[in-house]
């Protein structure tokens, strides 16, 4: 009997799928292309609907039609190698299926070359790390409807469930599902960044220590904060270094590093639009924090605020901090939210943003209770500009505003560098803001370069003649 579905790639995450898909019963063909990782998930997995190849052809051809190939490779050239290696073998209606990390404008390249040549291709989008792709990932799928009709079962059965419904929905055509990944990926750095500022504060500001800190992240995950992020925090903070016996987390050095989809999210915000501007600051965070040796020797010739010594009403400073972080996780999924629709716009996809929140309930690294508000507020209006405007969201920043001001002023009296709780508060002000300063701008814009500007009072475009330039001056 042939196989139902192939995996070219058995790295951790490959692996991980392989293992998942013959966990619900489907027959699946192994391929890397060094053979050793094939021998050696044979061994350490064997399973009677598992078999291993050597040679491309012999795998593709065990596979039963139209065929489905599921990538699991490095993203950019070797995908398109891969791609490359394996359509000559290839007959029309065949499915090449992208679970990479690839760049939205890869995939969507991908898609209209391969179906010129009559082979389908789907972006699927793969989120929830190694675990995740073992128990369950969340999955985001795009191409042509029928053609992801065709792997539904395969993907749906494999993804994670939520109230018993997938995490795993169709997304839209050509490179969309690797769009919204990106802009997952970008709230995920955004998400990490504000936690990491409250464990700051947490820290610094208010003078807990490393425990006392983690049984206040569990706390708080029996709250509106509960996710996997707030989870693993506490689990990383009550975690001890064997070698040291100290908390771990003073012995991890602190240099973030990324694989470039944050960076990715924000360049695209720029390029359509978006003010998606905590997620471009956490991005700033990580490349600020590898010039750890700059930084240490900044703090020897640099002046700073002296910082309070005690905090004497620490309840109330902590219940800030917690408002202030569910307040920045509202603007940043605010942001992230308004680059899917721009998006949606123009790109000409056709997302829905409800099934997507719904999606990442469950198996992604920014799994969270929050997401099933974000998704009832698309339901109720799919045409919502921002969630900020959805009466539920609308209550929460009106009841958490206060919080997030008062910890962002506290912490820049006291010198501690805060820029997604700061960017967020910002962000929200402006949001709000009916008349913002634009008007200057686009004053000096007509002053020094005729750009013209629109009235208030009345339409049109017009043009001021400001006098002299002083640039023009003796």
């Not at 820290?203 to 693993?232: C, H, M, P, Q, T």
């Not at 002023?409 to 913002?436: H, Q, T, V, W």
Request: hydrophobic share 40%; aromatic share 10%.
């Amino acid at each position: 009997m042939r196989h139902s579905i192939g995996i070219f790639g058995l790295g951790v995450m490959g692996s991980s799928l392989a293992k998942n898909m013959l966990n619900h019963d489907e027959r699946v063909a192994l391929y890397n292309y060094t053979p050793d990782l094939t021998k050696q998930f044979i061994e350490d997995f064997p399973h009677q609907n598992a078999t291993a190849y050597e040679d491309l052809e012999q795998f593709i051809e065990s596979l039963e039609k139209p065929r489905k190939i599921f990538l699991m490779v490095t993203a950019g050239s070797i995908t398109d190698s891969v791609i490359n290696s394996i359509v000559p073998l290839l007959d029309k209606g065949d499915i090449i299926m992208d679970g990479g990390n690839a760049n939205f404008q890869d995939s969507t390249r991908r898609f209209h070359s391969l179906k010129k040549l009559g082979i389908d291709f789907l972006s699927v989008g793969v989120s929830g790390g190694e675990t995740g792709a073992l128990n369950g990932p969340a999955l985001m799928p795009s191409g042509e409807k029928d053609v992801y009709d065709k792997v539904a079962p395969i993907l749906e059965k494999m993804a994670a469930k939520v109230n018993g419904k997938p995490c795993c929905s169709y997304i839209g055509t050509e490179g969309s599902g690797h769009y919204v990944k990106m802009v997952h990926n970008g709230i995920e750095y955004a998400d990490m960044q504000l936690i990491s500022e409250a464990y700051q504060f947490l820290r610094k500001i208010i003078g807990l220590d490393v425990k006392e800190i983690a049984a206040i992240f569990a706390e708080w995950n029996e709250w509106e904060l509960k996710s996997y992020l707030i989870e693993i925090t506490s689990d990383i903070l009550n975690y001890d270094d064997p070698e040291t016996s100290q908390p771990i987390i003073d012995v991890i050095l602190d240099k973030a590093g990324q694989k470039g989809t944050g960076k990715w999210t924000s360049k695209d915000a720029l390029d359509i639009g978006v003010p998606a501007s905590i997620i471009t600051e956490s991005v700033f965070a990580r490349y600020l924090s590898s010039l750890k040796d700059e930084r240490v020797e900044a703090a020897n010739y640099l002046a700073g605020p002296k910082m309070e010594l005690e905090i004497s009403d620490k309840d109330y400073w902590i219940n800030l901090v917690k408002e202030a972080l569910f307040m920045g996780k509202i603007c940043t999924y605010a942001q992230g939210f308004m680059q899917y629709k721009q998006a949606a716009e123009h790109y000409g996809w056709d997302l829905q943003l409800d099934e997507i929140a719904l999606i990442f309930r469950g198996g992604c690294i920014i799994q969270a209770e929050f997401l099933e508000s974000v998704s009832q507020a698309f339901q109720a209006d799919p045409e919502l500009k921002n969630i900020l405007r959805a009466p539920y969201f609308q209550e929460k920043a009106n009841d958490y505003e206060g919080a997030l001001r008062r910890v962002v002023m506290k912490a820049m009296e006291n010198g501690l560098s805060i820029p997604c709780l700061s960017s967020s508060l910002s962000f929200y002000d402006g949001y709000r803001s009916p008349r913002n300063g634009a008007e200057l701008i686009q004053a000096q814009r007509d002053y020094f370069g005729a750009h013209t500007y629109k009235r208030v009072d009345k339409a049109g475009v017009f043009h001021t003649e400001w006098g002299t330039d002083p640039m023009s001056r003796d």
